[in-house]
Every structure is written in structure tokens, then in C-alpha cells.
């Protein structure tokens, strides 16, 4: 079945390393997104891609990084700069001109 | 400017009470409108869409009509289940089809 991986489910990091959350589709999306959500609040867009080689910095893009090498994949980079990492993070894809399809989440915690 | 507002929660229901979680839109033009609901612990599910004026989403017994006439999205159920509880999100692409916008949330606790 088509869909939208996201690992590990649960990610601890220590002060000041950087961490990578892993983001795959099988679905031939074009576009794909990472959404930060903190307890109680909704979803903040933190970068956006829309074909590979390219990305678009979304509402909260400072202290995070990403690349898009290639369709199926979309890793973020939650770098040291970033001070308050510790969030739900959701990455999602989407068709042309559909809606769209969210992975289970990766819950980071920094220790 | 352009934006999705749902209202506030969380909501409070016995089980087999009506619900609604009002949504409004800000946007020119009529964009698609869509439901989604997260469970704990997970990401976001549609659960139902409509992406002209006038036409009716519905899936699991929610339904929501699209107002152009208010620019609305109301979600109702005619009778809530405990298994109903979650966070609902209303969003759309407003004038933008490159990224959705995001309501903020409305948490539903259904009560046994």
C-alpha cells in the first residue's frame, strides 16, 4: 500500500547535536512538507518541496535544515542552532491538486 | 488576509450527543476545503473534503457543507462515539495550491 514513512518514531538528543528525521513516500507526490507540532497547538510549516532539488522555507525555518534529492524522500536536519527542539514532527505529501497524506510522526526529545 | 479559523476547544460531549466544530475561511475565490482529525500519538487523517461551493463531504457519519454564501465549513455529527475523541484541524489551500492553511485545532473528549 502507498504512504508516507516517517522514522524513527521516537528521537532523544542531546544539547547541541544535530539530529535527521527520516521522510519517505511511495505515493509519486510531488510536493512535501515538515510541520512542527507542540503540546496543544497546532501545525507550524517549517519547509516545502515542491519537485526535487528545490525547497521553500516555511513559518519556523530557522535552526532546521533539509534536502530533496530525490522524489520519494524529504529528510529534515534538526540542527544545533535550533534551541527549542523538542516537538512532534509531522511530515506529509501531497498531489497536484489534491489533499494531503501525513506520516505517523516523529516525537523528538532533547535530554 | 487569507486565513482558516475553527473555534476553540476542547469540546466536552456525552456519548450520542450532536456535534459541531465550526470552521471559517478568509480567500478569494473557493477553494477546497477538508477535515482532518488526529488521533493521540498519531498524524493527521483525512476524514472528509469538498472542493466546490455547495457540495457535501462526508465519511464515518461527519458530514460538512460547503457555504460559500458564509464561507463556512462546519463539521457535524449527529451522535458522538468515546472513539470520536480527538483533535480535528480544518484547512485549505485558500489561494495558495502550493501549501495548505491550518486551522488551530479543536479537541474533542467524548464521554462515556
Known amino acids: 500500500d502507498g504512504g508516507i514513512t516517517q522514522s524513527p518514531k521516537y528521537l532523544f538528543r542531546k544539547e547541541g547535536q544535530n539530529v535527521t528525521l527520516s521522510c519517505e513516500q511511495n505515493?509519486?507526490?510531488?510536493?512535501m512538507y515538515w510541520y512542527r507540532q507542540d503540546p496543544g497547538q497546532g501545525l507550524r510549516l517549517i519547509y516545502y518541496?515542491?519537485?526535487?532539488?528545490?525547497?521553500q522555507k516555511g513559518d519556523i525555518a530557522e535552526g532546521y535544515s533539509v534536502s530533496r534529492e530525490k522524489k520519494e524522500s524529504f529528510p529534515l536536519t534538526v540542527t544545533s542552532a535550533q534551541k527549542n527542539p523538542t516537538a512532534f514532527y509531522l511530515c506529509?505529501?501531497?498531489?497536484?491538486?489534491?489533499?494531503?497524506?501525513f506520516g505517523s510522526g516523529t516525537r523528538l526529545t532533547v535530554v | 488576509g487569507n486565513s482558516v479559523t475553527q473555534m476553540e476547544g476542547p469540546v466536552t460531549l456525552s456519548e450520542e450527543a450532536f456535534l459541531t466544530i465550526n470552521c471559517t475561511y478568509t480567500?478569494?475565490?473557493?477553494?477546497?476545503l477538508f477535515w482532518y482529525v488526529q488521533y493521540p500519538g498519531e498524524g493527521l487523517q483525512l476524514l472528509l473534503k469538498?472542493?466546490?461551493?455547495?457540495d457535501k463531504g462526508s465519511n464515518k457519519g461527519f458530514e460538512a457543507t460547503y457555504r460559500k454564501e458564509t464561507t463556512s465549513f462546519h463539521l457535524e455529527k449527529g451522535s458522538v462515539q468515546v472513539s470520536d475523541s480527538a483533535v480535528y484541524f480544518c484547512?485549505?489551500?485558500?489561494?495558495?495550491?502550493?501549501?495548505?492553511?491550518f486551522g488551530s485545532g479543536t479537541k474533542l473528549n467524548v464521554k462515556p
Open positions: 484547512a485549505s489551500p485558500l489561494y495558495n495550491f502550493n501549501k495548505f492553511y
Open positions: 518541496s515542491q519537485i526535487v532539488n528545490d525547497f
Open positions: 480567500a478569494t475565490g473557493y477553494p477546497s
Open positions: 506529509a505529501s501531497k498531489p497536484g491538486g489534491g489533499g494531503y497524506t
Open positions: 469538498a472542493t466546490k461551493a455547495d
Open positions: 505515493l509519486n507526490h510531488d510536493a
